[in-house]
């Protein structure tokens, strides 16, 4: 079955940095594009970032632009999220998700979802 375990989360000084993994299993990785989302407390889930199955291309929110990056290693079945100069506003709980197979980098989620790692930024 399809299985998405995130990890790296924790707490964090303002304008610190985070790489949050997420590892895939029970499919065949490399055929999907993979997204991050995130949800802060009170707030519905939102995206982040996206990258398509081949890596080739990435799409962002324009709250992640120039301070998150993702990227994918294929031979590994994981997907990162890299979050540099992290605020406040940062804090949520953030979940992996695999989108579409063969799929370009998209905001449009797909029906998997992993448990969530949570990230705090607070000093």
């Known amino acids: 079955q399809v299985q998405l375990v995130e990890s790296g989360g924790g707490l964090v000084q303002p304008g610190g940095s985070l790489m949050l993994s997420c590892a895939a299993s029970g499919f065949i990785f490399s055929n999907y594009a993979m997204s991050w989302f995130r949800q802060a407390p009170g707030k519905e889930r939102e995206f982040v970032a996206s990258?398509?199955?081949?890596?080739?291309?990435?799409r962002y929110a324009d709250s992640a632009k120039g301070r998150f990056t993702i990227s994918r290693d294929n031979a590994k079945d994981t997907v990162y999220l890299q979050i540099d100069s992290l605020n406040t506003e940062d804090t949520a709980a953030y979940y992996c998700?695999?989108?579409?197979?063969?799929?370009?980098?998209?905001?449009?989620?797909?029906?998997?979802w992993g448990q969530g790692t949570q990230v705090t930024v607070s000093s």
């Open positions: 990258i398509a199955f081949s890596g080739t291309s990435t």
């Open positions: 998700n695999r989108a579409q197979p063969f799929g370009a980098a998209s905001m449009t989620p797909g029906p998997y």
